[in-house]
């Protein structure tokens, strides 16, 4: 892979139990091809070595140079003095993968490691020429478009008091409600109290509680914004199960026959907001690639440099020059204090040192490629939701690319594609809720299903959800997306719902000391990569 910086050359090394001189790293670094120059460096090396000198640096240079000369003269390829040819660098891989990577669904993606194509009339060994990996993208960024909707940044106004909750609340449940009153012929709760017994009725409301009988039957409390009625689900229903996905504050819509005296609802149907069944996703008029990832956690013991540098390198490669857009869902950074006995984990404790370090990652990234990107709960914002984006002294850290940072949630529209970004802190809430089989964190997409059919991010309060009193609801999904990119349960995952191709891109962390308390066993090192004029996914594995 491009070795294009010292740094690079002394991570390489270390992946390969190797510590250099620093002078030697100088001269691979100074190299026209620090990638074949360090190869030669390594073969040249003695065997019981695990330092590379400057004195070997300097042999295996100058062994270079004769042999390209006799490449010159004899149009062949030298050997080295064993009589083989230069070896195939371990990470790489020419071919695809096959298999089903954790949270798989039925239409499973390509998956390749992430390795470098050969260069065309390169070699097929994954030890492509230079010049197909480390040659000049040829992207057209005239082409490139990025429309931002739903960034609140800057639009927080709530003080935290009474009336700003009922403001929040009273949003969501008008813009839900307004999606569910073409389905049923809606009165409101205190309409239903006028109508005689045994009449057909129907309402929408905020589900305030939910409770089983003592026969096991259910009744649900519905809250619109004149009162409360009750609703009781009868368990021989075949809709029953429906109950199972229910959390409280979500908007539902019921109709059915109130009973003899008029004081309950025998519930018929049960609808949610929904996404229909016959969405119809853009996409992009041109062949153009998305790559998806989140929870980088740069600053943590367990970031997974290598691996991202891999990723970010491959990005330079002719077979990743249809990526041009890198949209990161949060947790770019480890943060402090966040979990119990963060510190002895962390192996950078300044939290601005933590920005520092993953800009300086983000450069590996092809300038050509635009970055979008929303803060998670690791990093250095409020943890209420809707999220603001990082203040002026955080943004000016993370410069490179003139990157866009938007809040958590936020609707990004790229080339026609509109992909809804958020971390992902409700999931816990969901995957908690609902029985295993409609949430789980070894499926994060179905969770992600669930918050499509409430159309709403974060549809509970009160649990793992901290929620930000404003007087606009900015959490609910008023508009189906294309796409829908999560992070936070570190935990690969994808599918479709509806047409919306829901994507949990796992994470760049390998498992803490804290993660193995909780039992999560984190898929690392993947970047999901969407084509936006198909809505095809392929998964690059880079660990």
Not at 360 to 367: D, Q, T, Y
């Amino acid at each position: 892979m491009p070795l294009e910086t010292p740094v690079h050359i002394a991570n390489e090394l270390a992946s390969r139990g190797y510590n250099a001189e620093p002078e030697a790293v100088t001269l691979l670094a100074n190299e026209p091809d620090p990638d074949r120059a360090l190869e030669r460096a390594l073969e040249a090396a003695p065997e019981e070595a695990i330092k590379l000198t400057t004195d070997h640096v300097e042999s295996a240079l100058e062994t270079d140079e004769d042999d390209r000369s006799k490449v010159d003269r004899t149009g062949s390829k030298s050997k080295n003095n064993s009589g083989s040819s230069r070896k195939e660098h371990p990470s790489v891989s020419s071919g695809n993968r096959g298999g089903k990577p954790p949270g798989g669904s039925a239409e499973t993606p390509v998956e390749t490691e992430g390795g470098t194509a050969p260069a065309v009339g390169g070699s097929t060994d994954g030890s492509a020429d230079s010049a197909g990996r480390h040659g000049e993208r040829s992207i057209d960024t005239a082409l490139q478009s990025v429309g931002i909707d739903g960034d609140m940044t800057g639009q927080s106004t709530g003080t935290g008091e009474y009336g700003d909750f009922v403001s929040v609340f009273r949003d969501r449940y008008e813009k839900l409600s307004g999606k569910l009153r073409g389905r049923v012929n809606h009165r409101p709760t205190d309409a239903l109290d006028s109508l005689p017994g045994g009449s057909e009725a129907a309402t929408v409301g905020m589900v305030s509680d939910i409770r089983s009988t003592a026969s096991g039957h259910w009744l649900i409390e519905l809250e619109d914004t004149n009162g409360t009625f009750p609703c009781l689900v009868m368990k021989d229903r075949d809709f029953a199960d429906a109950v199972d996905e229910l959390l409280l504050d979500e908007v539902i819509a019921v109709e059915g026959t109130l009973a003899d005296d008029g004081n309950i609802l025998f519930v018929d149907s049960l609808y949610f907001p929904d996404v229909p069944r016959t969405y119809e996703p853009s996409t992009a008029d041109r062949h153009v690639e998305a790559a998806l990832i989140s929870d980088v956690h740069v600053g943590s013991q367990e970031f997974m440099a290598d691996a991202w540098n891999r990723f970010a390198d491959w990005l330079h490669t002719d077979e990743a020059e249809a990526v041009e857009y890198l949209l990161i869902a949060g947790d770019m950074v480890e943060g402090v204090g966040v979990y119990p006995d963060q510190d002895e984990e962390l192996d950078i404790v300044d939290i601005y040192d933590q920005y520092e370090a993953f800009a300086e990652h983000l450069k590996g990234v092809p300038g050509d490629m635009e970055i979008v990107m929303i803060p998670g709960n690791h990093d250095a914002v409020r943890l209420a939701e809707p999220q603001p984006a990082f203040d002026e002294e955080l943004r000016s850290i993370m410069s490179a690319h003139d990157a866009r940072i938007v809040s958590n949630p936020s609707t990004v529209t790229v080339e026609g594609v509109s992909v809804l970004m958020y971390h992902g802190v409700s999931l816990d809430e969901v995957i908690a809720e609902l029985p295993e089989e409609k949430a789980s964190y070894d499926d994060p997409h179905l969770a992600m299903y669930q918050l499509l059919k409430k159309r709403h991010v974060a549809p509970q309060f009160g649990g793992n959800i901290r929620l930000a009193p404003e007087p606009e609801d900015h959490l609910v999904i008023e508009d189906v997306p294309d796409i829908f990119h999560t992070g936070h349960v570190h935990k690969l995952g994808y599918g479709k719902y509806h047409n919306v191709l829901a994507i949990n891109s796992g994470c760049w962390q390998a498992q803490t000391a804290f993660q193995k308390t909780m039992n999560i066993d984190p898929d690392p090192a993947y970047a999901p990569i969407v084509s936006l004029d198909t809505l095809d996914l392929t998964l690059r594995h880079f660990a």
